[in-house]
């Protein structure tokens, strides 16, 4: 049985799972990281702090993409514990024919 945090990270996990396979919001992603390429590459040679803005805009794309992956992570480990943990109930709980 899993405990309350479990069980939190577990639903985090599913709803940053149907997060990322939602065409709109990967849509979203590859629209975002364009403009601002876009915006970096057409901007100013002389102001280089346009460049800064979007670099840093770019980072916190890449993060947030990266927090969405990493929750997800996070859960199919914790299944894969629990499976195996399951298996391993599973294999002590049999009587095994063992040489007397």
């Known amino acids: 049985m899993a405990d309350d945090k479990t069980e939190r990270d577990l ?6 799972q149907a997060l990322m396979e939602t065409p709109m919001l990967a849509n979203a992603f590859r629209t975002l ?14 102001d ?3 460049r800064e803005v979007c670099r840093y805009q770019l980072e916190a794309l890449d993060n947030l ?7 997800m992570e996070t859960g199919t ?3 894969r514990k629990e499976q195996q ?9 049999q009587e095994t024919d063992l040489p007397h």
Do not use: C, T, Y
């Open 65 to 71: 993409a990266l927090e969405l992956k990493h929750v």
């Open 85 to 93: 943990r399951s298996e391993m109930d599973g294999f002590f709980d």
């Open 33 to 46: 990281r364009e403009a601002l390429v876009n915006k970096m590459i057409n901007s100013p040679i002389d």
């Open 48 to 50: 280089p702090s346009v």
């Open 77 to 79: 480990l914790i299944l």
């Open 11 to 16: 639903l985090r996990a599913r709803e940053a």
